[in-house]
């Protein structure tokens, strides 16, 4: 037999591979940059990212998944740990930074068992027990919240709110996403159910952020559809149509061919006459305000202002559907099928001039279950991140109120699983006992990131936090102002329990994910493969702006 074996390829040409500890270390290298890239924003004293794309457009933000969401990351490990924010987004709405910067730290801790030579499926398993056991911890050091624990509800939002650019009004700001979450929350088999997208949000440049306001209705970024309707409709009956109000052109090619002078007039008559008709109907109804989600006709638009009916026309289906919640009144498709029965009522809609435009207001519904928030700011990018900042104080206080239990912040409830945790990892037998041990050492990265980000000594103040909590304070935070320790719930630093849990499960889940992947093959058959970088290095995988 010959010396020289020929080679057997079965994979394609251009595919690479690396596997065991290079392939771990590298997603553990990537996850860990991601966490990195995030972490100096969290907490009150945390730092803005400024994010420039392509075409040069800004963005300055310190929201987690807004960073991640803008940045181009190209390594699937990382992809992974993007995905985190993502999830904490969509289920809290809120604590985005929290998750990722916990998983990173989980990832870490777990090379230095990996290290050791821990198989990953012992780290893995003492993940997971480690997860179960520092949710049933959170469950039993949280409190009770209802709608009628106002104080609690404004401290949820004023905590979510701090750091960010709303910082400046947050007395005012919590007020208004307490107010227009509870009137869009429903009580469902003794059940809270809040649906945050019954919450409009409206940005306008011009003003402080101080004129932001609430309004127990609707604003649409539209005007009346003719100078001639009135600007100002009292106690407004509302028809909400979704056809177009005018005439339709025929499905199919029709040639019409007039040969007389009259004829044609007849025939403008007659469209005249169908619209005029189809305006009787709406005003038949009732009604003294139009909301169509699809085209006026001009002359249509004519006979709506001698009647006196406000009219507006393309109106967002997801508007339409908020004018519904708002003022009771059904959407009907069908123009002849309109009647008294589906009008909605509303106390004023009227025009008004906001910036440089027309909006419409839609308010003084009676028991609006869908409400606006009109964020206003000096430029642009100072509107975007207040209603970033708004945003995360609804999901907050919504998270808060459909769960029913909140817990302290600064640090607080972190360092209080770090110490049960520990106390547990004592009484487990066998490896998962050193996992335990780690996870429970990773919590501890979050009150160490608000120390560091404030310019505080971490080891001082995690030792301070720590002997506090030993002498039976769980709820014992850093206080990033003036660097001491302090009762994070009497200050009123309250968060619901939903941000850690979720935080907990997600980071978890995804460190060991990454954990037990032993082997990475990028496919070459589209183009060239990526090029998987040497131990220790990012590579190209950490392209990220």
């Given at each position: 037999?010959?010396?020289?074996?020929?080679?057997?390829?079965?994979?394609?040409?251009?595919?690479?591979?690396?596997?065991?500890?290079?392939?771990?270390?590298?997603?553990?290298?990537?996850?860990?940059?991601?966490?990195?890239?995030?972490?100096?924003?969290?907490g009150p004293k945390g730092?803005?990212?400024?994010?420039?794309?392509?075409?040069?457009?800004?963005?300055?933000?310190?929201?987690?998944?807004?960073?991640?969401?803008?940045?181009?990351?190209?390594?699937?490990?990382?992809?992974?740990?993007?995905?985190?924010?993502?999830?904490?987004?969509?289920?809290?709405?809120?604590?985005?930074?929290?998750?990722?910067?916990?998983?990173?730290?989980?990832?870490?801790?777990?090379?230095?068992?990996?290290?050791?030579?821990?198989?990953?499926?012992?780290?893995?398993?003492?993940?997971?027990?480690?997860?179960?056991?520092?949710?049933?911890?959170?469950?039993?050091?949280?409190?009770?919240?209802?709608?009628?624990?106002?104080?609690?509800?404004?401290?949820?939002?004023?905590?979510?709110?701090?750091?960010?650019?709303?910082?400046?009004?947050?007395?005012?700001?919590?007020?208004?996403?307490?107010?227009?979450?509870?009137?869009?929350?429903?009580?469902?088999?003794?059940?809270?159910?809040?649906?945050?997208?019954?919450?409009?949000?409206?940005?306008?440049?011009?003003?402080?952020?101080?004129?932001?306001?609430?309004?127990?209705?609707?604003?649409?970024?539209?005007?009346?559809?003719n100078s001639g309707m009135?600007?100002?409709?009292?106690?407004?009956?509302?028809?909400?149509?979704?056809?177009?109000?005018?005439?339709?052109?025929?499905?199919?090619?029709?040639?019409?061919?007039?040969?007389?002078p009259e004829k044609l007039?007849?025939?403008?008559?007659?469209?005249?006459?169908?619209?005029?008709?189809?305006?009787?109907?709406?005003?038949?109804?009732?009604?003294?305000?139009?909301?169509?989600?699809?085209?006026?006709?001009?002359?249509?638009?004519?006979?709506?202002?001698?009647?006196?009916?406000?009219?507006?026309?393309?109106?967002?289906?997801?508007?339409?559907?908020?004018?519904?919640?708002?003022?009771?009144?059904?959407?009907?498709?069908?123009?002849?099928?309109?009647?008294?029965?589906?009008?909605?009522?509303?106390?004023?809609?009227?025009?008004?001039?906001?910036?440089?435009?027309?909006?419409?207001?839609?308010?003084?519904?009676?028991?609006?279950?869908?409400?606006?928030?009109?964020?206003?700011?000096?430029?642009?990018?100072?509107?975007?991140?207040?209603?970033?900042?708004?945003?995360?104080?609804?999901?907050?206080?919504?998270?808060?109120?459909?769960?029913?239990?909140?817990?302290?912040?600064?640090?607080?409830?972190?360092?209080?699983?770090?110490?049960?945790?520990?106390?547990?990892?004592?009484?487990?037998?066998?490896?998962?006992?050193?996992?335990?041990?780690?996870?429970?050492?990773?919590?501890?990265?979050?009150?160490?990131?608000?120390?560091?980000?404030?310019?505080?000594?971490?080891?001082?103040?995690?030792?301070?936090?720590?002997?506090?909590?030993?002498?039976?304070?769980?709820?014992?935070?850093?206080?990033?102002?003036?660097?001491?320790?302090?009762?994070?719930?009497?200050?009123?630093?309250?968060?619901?329990?939903?941000?850690?849990?979720?935080?907990?499960?997600?980071?978890?889940?995804?460190?060991?994910?990454?954990?037990?992947?032993?082997?990475?093959?990028?496919?070459?058959?589209?183009?060239?493969?990526?090029?998987?970088?040497?131990?220790?290095?990012?590579?190209?995988?950490?392209?990220?702006?």
């Amino acid at each position: 037999m010959s010396k020289d074996v020929q080679p057997i390829f079965i994979m394609p040409e251009g595919t690479s591979r690396s596997s065991g500890k290079v392939a771990q270390r590298n997603n553990i290298m990537a996850a860990k940059l991601v966490a990195e890239t995030v972490r100096t924003t969290l907490g009150p004293k945390g730092m803005d990212k400024m994010l420039v794309d392509s075409i040069g457009d800004i963005i300055v933000t310190n929201d987690g998944v807004t960073i991640l969401e803008e940045m181009q990351i190209e390594h699937p490990a990382a992809k992974m740990i993007v995905e985190i924010a993502k999830t904490q987004e969509d289920e809290v709405g809120d604590g985005t930074t929290t998750a990722v910067v916990l998983a990173g730290e989980f990832l870490k801790k777990a090379e230095a068992l990996l290290e050791q030579e821990i198989h990953p499926t012992v780290i893995a398993k003492g993940y997971r027990i480690a997860a179960d056991k520092a949710n049933q911890i959170l469950n039993k050091i949280a409190k009770t919240c209802t709608d009628k624990d106002k104080k609690i509800l404004s401290d949820v939002a004023i905590t979510a709110m701090v750091g960010k650019g709303a910082e400046s009004a947050k007395g005012k700001l919590s007020g208004i996403v307490v107010k227009a979450v509870e009137a869009v929350m429903e009580k469902r088999n003794g059940k809270n159910t809040i649906d945050t997208d019954d919450i409009k949000i409206e940005k306008k440049v011009g003003s402080s952020i101080e004129e932001t306001e609430l309004i127990e209705g609707i604003i649409l970024d539209k005007e009346r559809v003719n100078s001639g309707m009135p600007k100002n409709v009292k106690n407004a009956k509302i028809a909400l149509v979704d056809s177009a109000i005018e005439i339709k052109d025929t499905e199919t090619d029709a040639k019409i061919t007039i040969t007389d002078p009259e004829k044609l007039q007849a025939f403008l008559d007659m469209e005249e006459d169908m619209l005029k008709k189809m305006v009787d109907k709406i005003s038949g109804s009732g009604a003294n305000v139009l909301f169509c989600q699809k085209g006026i006709d001009d002359v249509a638009q004519h006979f709506l202002s001698k009647k006196g009916i406000y009219a507006c026309r393309r109106v967002k289906k997801s508007d339409m559907e908020k004018l519904s919640k708002a003022t009771g009144g059904k959407i009907v498709t069908n123009l002849d099928d309109l009647s008294k029965t589906d009008i909605g009522t509303a106390g004023v809609v009227e025009e008004r001039k906001v910036g440089d435009e027309h909006m419409t207001y839609v308010f003084d519904c009676n028991s609006a279950k869908a409400v606006t928030l009109l964020v206003r700011g000096g430029t642009e990018h100072v509107v975007d991140e207040v209603t970033r900042a708004v945003e995360d104080a609804i999901g907050d206080v919504s998270a808060t109120l459909i769960s029913g239990k909140v817990v302290a912040g600064a640090g607080a409830p972190e360092i209080e699983v770090a110490k049960e945790l520990k106390k547990y990892a004592n009484s487990l037998s066998g490896r998962e006992q050193l996992a335990v041990s780690a996870f429970a050492e990773a919590m501890e990265i979050i009150p160490r990131t608000l120390s560091e980000n404030a310019g505080l000594d971490p080891i001082d103040t995690l030792t301070d936090l720590k002997a506090q909590h030993d002498k039976g304070k769980k709820w014992a935070g850093i206080n990033v102002f003036n660097g001491k320790v302090m009762d994070a719930w009497n200050e009123g630093v309250i968060e619901p329990l939903k941000i850690k849990t979720q935080a907990i499960s997600s980071a978890s889940e995804v460190a060991v994910m990454i954990l037990r992947i032993d082997d990475v093959i990028a496919s070459g058959e589209t183009g060239a493969a990526p090029q998987m970088p040497p131990p220790g290095m990012g590579g190209p995988g950490m392209d990220m702006m």
